[in-house]
């Protein structure tokens, strides 16, 4: 099709593919996140968000069905990358004192990924008559902000006692 031909439909379906297939990897980064996550309240919130994830991934199918297209992922460059950084980070930080706060900022970077995706996908849905896909979407949405608000929270713990730990922090440790 020539680019002229193009339409919001024909990006709206592109971004859903892409969001797809970020969504299906985050579920897996994840679990590996949770598996080397130590801070238990973050462990916690790994996991949580590993199942909220597999249940997104099932709405998207249900607005690949809304549109009355196959669900298919198309490869996210930007998942990719952000996947990437993660387990590069996990090699050069995964034993260190930094382990939890590292792997946090990793997932609020794709949780940050997710919401601009989310944001344009529901808008898009809305502005094409897919009420239902974009109440989906929107629901999809609110919980990518919750989570991220979560990890911001338990950053800020990890981060304090991280330095309590390394005695550079304002707080007397003993
Ligand atoms: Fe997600």
Same mark, same amino acid.
């Given at each position: 099709?020539?680019?002229?031909?193009?339409?919001?439909?024909?990006?709206?379906?592109?971004?859903?593919?892409?969001?797809?297939?970020?969504?299906?990897?985050?579920?897996?980064?994840?679990?590996?996140?949770?598996?080397?996550?130590?801070?238990?309240?973050?462990?916690?919130?790994?996991?949580?968000?590993? =199942?909220?994830?597999?249940?997104?991934?099932?709405?998207?199918?249900?607005?690949? =069905?809304?549109?009355?297209? #196959?669900?298919?992922?198309?490869?996210?460059?930007?998942? +990719?990358?952000?996947?990437? =950084?993660?387990?590069?980070?996990?090699?050069?930080?995964? &034993?260190?004192?930094?382990?939890?706060?590292?792997?946090?900022?990793?997932?609020?970077?794709?949780?940050?990924?997710?919401?601009?995706?989310?944001?344009?996908? !529901?808008?898009?849905?809305?502005?094409?008559?897919?009420? &239902?896909?974009?109440?989906?979407?929107?629901?999809?949405? +609110? =919980?990518?902000?919750?989570?991220?608000?979560?990890?911001?929270?338990?950053?800020?713990?990890?981060?304090?006692?991280?330095?309590?730990?390394?005695? @550079?922090? @304002?707080? !007397? #440790?003993?």
């Amino acid at each position: 099709m020539a680019t002229k031909d193009k339409t919001l439909h024909d990006a709206f379906y592109e971004t859903l593919k892409d969001v797809y297939y970020a969504e299906k990897q985050s579920v897996r980064a994840l679990k590996k996140s949770a598996k080397a996550a130590d801070h238990e309240e973050l462990r916690q919130a790994f996991e949580t968000h590993a =199942e909220e994830s597999a249940n997104q991934v099932e709405r998207l199918q249900q607005v690949f =069905e809304i549109i009355g297209k #196959s669900a298919r992922a198309k490869t996210c460059e930007a998942m +990719q990358g952000l996947t990437a =950084e993660m387990e590069e980070d996990l090699e050069d930080f995964g &034993d260190s004192p930094a382990a939890d706060a590292v792997l946090a900022a990793c997932a609020q970077a794709v949780e940050h990924y997710e919401i601009a995706r989310y944001g344009t996908l !529901k808008t898009w849905a809305a502005q094409l008559g897919y009420g &239902d896909a974009a109440k989906l979407l929107d629901e999809t949405l +609110q =919980e990518e902000k919750k989570t991220d608000q979560l990890l911001t929270q338990i950053a800020e713990r990890i981060n304090v006692e991280g330095a309590a730990a390394e005695g @550079g922090s @304002g707080r !007397k #440790s003993a």
